[in-house]
């Protein structure tokens, strides 16, 4: 029985994404375990902290866990990744369906390839192991550089998304964990 849900729910992804891509939208598609290694991770380490982060993909839901340190001048962790060209797309809303740890947790977007620099991010709330739809247009991110408020950039457009990821910096140390099962640009 769990081998037919499990083929259901795969052919389900497999039909909405390839209806998503006919109205050209962007979907990440968390059934490869492949998708994983496209994901970089960026923490408190590049200033001295000692936090640890990394992104898993299991039975078709990514997972961003750790533990989030203050040692150090620490506090954040984080993993990004390039996206495919947004040129084409036509979206105005990021939707995601997450599972998270009553933590509140960052969608940050980059609008060029560069490691360090302005990033644009949407704060979104989690209940503890409860799923949560999250729908994100580009006026509830804010630019911030080095989590602090940037002023005179242009306003987010997703059409510019190069790069996007997680971010925890909550100021509480302790492990994290955020489930992710759908990510799409619609």
Known sequence: MKKICYAVTLLSFCLYSLMA???GEKVFDFTESSEA?????VNDGVMGG???S???????VAHFLGYLSLENNGGFASVRRLI???????SDTVTLRVKGDGRPYQLRI????????VSYRALFDTNDGEWLDITL???DFSPVFRGRPVRNVPELRFQDTKQLGFLLADKRTGE???EVSQLSFR
């Open 21 to 23: 891509v006919a109205k």
């Open 37 to 41: 290694s496209k994901w970089m991770v």
């Open 50 to 52: 000692i936090s640890r």
């Open 54 to 60: 990394r992104m898993i993909i299991d039975d078709g």
């Open 84 to 90: 495919p060209d947004m040129s084409d797309s036509r």
């Open 110 to 117: 980059r609008t060029d390839r560069a490691w360090d620099g």
């Open 137 to 139: 247009k580009a006026s």
């Open 176 to 178: 994290f964990h955020l």
